[in-house]
């Protein structure tokens, strides 16, 4: 009797267990994989004097597509801002990645070589326009 | 037996070239300091956009406002002890106050004031347009607290002259001096009457203001874009030439047109006189329901959302359920002022199961409405078309 109480105890368990993982693949794919993804900002120590502080602003990676020019794109628009201006606009035709890169340089002064402007342009336009861009 | 659910797609981390069809904009979740999790546009400068869900109020919370910086060095801290506000440039009493010259030797007035960014739904543009990438949420409305900008003004004494104020915060880029990519830089002429409503508000929503968000004081231009709302405002320098700085004779100009609407082939022609960009035009949104769920048929909901326009109170909210072909008026909430979001709630029942367009229309006392076609602008401003929600009901039986 005890045994019987025993062995379906364990086959209630394995069930329930069975369905919680069940579920768990059944979920959405844009379920995070583990909690704690979306970090909470840093607890900052406060004290009583007239400095106000926050904590540091994060500033997570960007997934730049891989290709040629890719590293000057790193180096030089990286000194403004980060590469996710890139990533965060619609595909773009070729000429407007060529006039936004000459607008960086010429109105707004960034110190880019030419032909390292030329190989940021390529790789903006081999990867961000309606044609190439792939993620 | 519950039906589970198939695996969903993932949302898209970017879209187009076709317009963006979600309220908001597709980005990710991040948390910032002061804040709660906001979408992620950019992140270096900070650009954070409001979730729909934080428009249920008349006010925006401090937590969930949008962020928009133009420069990537933005302070960490301020250290209250040293930093002073300065009246400067053609005056003949150059003035520093301090935090406590503010908060003491002026009355302090409130105001509740939509701040909207000049490129707020900038993602709906056909065909589309680089910059930030906003769904709806780069707006919100808080009441601000703090000292009228004319006291600022007329104790420094404006030598007779003077063409323009210039506002400049803390913000600083790594671009080469006399750029744009080094300060952010915006003027306002003083001929201006909106002058006489600005405040260098210290509060916002009755609390310090997220350093996000501009503490210690950030200008107030109410009815105008945010572009003019300088955050963390440290210099007030009266001009006595024209501010040909990058941020006010480049960026920030709008088609002088009906609606700031013209084409790309008109830009490309040359055909196209632009001028500074100015007060924002009315809209109102549906805030709930939001789409994302099925609604019985026959049962009574409630549909609420705000609206709001820098040229006069809005007066007048219509809503429709067949996209635009008839509409029937909405209740207006509360009244804040001529400058806050004014909330609205309309009932509505659908007899029958099927897909149904909700539409809202605002007008305001000037009698201003929102038009039904979109606009076109090189830098994706003012959009302000009528919004339409798609709600899916279903047999309650």
């Known amino acids: 009797m005890r045994n019987k109480a025993r062995a379906s105890f364990i086959v209630m368990c394995s069930l329930v267990m069975a369905v919680v993982v069940y579920a768990e693949l059944k979920k959405g794919s844009y379920s995070p994989a583990q909690l704690g993804v979306l970090r909470q900002a840093a607890p900052i120590e406060l004290s009583p004097d007239s400095n106000f502080q926050v904590s540091a602003y994060p500033a997570p990676g960007v997934d730049l597509a891989p290709g040629d020019g ?17 990533t965060m606009q619609p595909p773009l035709p070729a000429a407007t990645w060529e006039a936004e890169v000459n607008k960086m340089i010429k109105t707004l002064g960034a110190p880019i070589p030419e032909e390292n402007a030329k190989k940021i342009v390529l790789y903006l336009q081999a990867h961000y326009t309606p044609d190439t861009r792939k993620q | 037996m519950a039906q589970q659910p198939g695996p969903q797609k993932p949302m898209e981390p970017f879209t187009g070239p076709g317009a963006n069809t979600y309220w908001n904009s597709v980005g990710p979740y991040v ?3 002061q804040k709660v999790p906001l ?7 900070v650009q954070l956009e409001t979730p729909r869900n934080y428009f249920r109020t008349a006010f925006t919370p401090n937590e969930a406002f949008f962020v928009r910086w133009h420069l990537d060095g933005i302070p960490n801290s301020v250290d209250l002890k040293d930093w002073k506000l300065q ?49 709806n949420g780069a707006m919100g409305n808080a009441m601000w607290t703090g000292v009228r900008l004319r006291e600022l003004l007329d104790m420094s004494g404006v030598k007779s002259g003077s063409l323009m104020a210039q506002f400049q915060g803390l913000e600083t880029g790594a671009g080469p001096a006399g750029f744009g990519s080094n300060l952010f830089l915006k003027s306002i002429d003083l001929g201006n009457p909106v002058l006489d409503e600005c405040i260098v508000a210290y509060l916002m929503n009755g609390e310090p203001l997220p350093m996000l968000n501009g503490f210690p004081v950030r200008l107030v231009v109410p009815g105008y874009f945010s572009t003019y709302w300088t955050k963390c405002l440290t210099w007030i320098r009266v001009l006595n030439a024209p501010d040909e700085n990058y941020w006010v004779k ?44 099925k609604i019985p048929a026959g049962m009574n909901v409630a549909l609420r959302g705000i609206a709001f326009s820098g040229f006069g109170a809005v007066n007048r909210v219509d809503v429709s359920d067949d996209g635009g072909k008839n509409w029937m008026p909405a209740k207006l909430g509360e009244n804040h002022g001529a400058y806050s979001f004014r909330t609205w709630e309309a009932s509505w029942t659908a007899k029958s199961q099927g897909r149904y367009s909700l539409a809202v229309r605002a007008t305001d006392e000037k009698g201003n409405t929102q038009p039904d076609e979109p606009v ?19 047999n309650a039986s």
């Open chain 1, 70 to 86: 890719v590293q000057d794109v790193q180096i030089y628009c990286n000194t403004c801002h980060s590469p996710r201006y890139i």
């Open chain 2, 31 to 33: 948390t910032e300091p």
């Open chain 2, 39 to 45: 979408i992620l546009l950019t992140d270096r400068p």
């Open chain 2, 87 to 135: 009246i400067e440039g053609n005056v003949n009493k150059p003035l520093a106050l301090s935090l406590p010259d503010l908060m003491q030797k002026f009355k302090p007035v409130s105001l509740a004031a939509v701040n909207q960014c000049s490129g707020n739904s900038r993602s709906r543009l056909q065909p589309r347009v680089p910059g930030g990438q906003w769904g």
């Open chain 2, 250 to 293: 480049t960026a920030y100009r709008v088609p002088d047109t009906p609606r700031g609407d013209t084409s790309p082939e008109d830009v490309k022609a040359g055909k196209v006189k632009m001028v500074p960009i100015g007060r924002l035009p009315v809209r109102s949104f549906l805030i709930s329901p939001d789409g994302s769920a």
């Open chain 2, 376 to 394: 076109w602008n090189p830098g994706g401003y003012l959009w302000n078309r009528i919004e339409r929600q798609e709600i899916v009901v279903g």
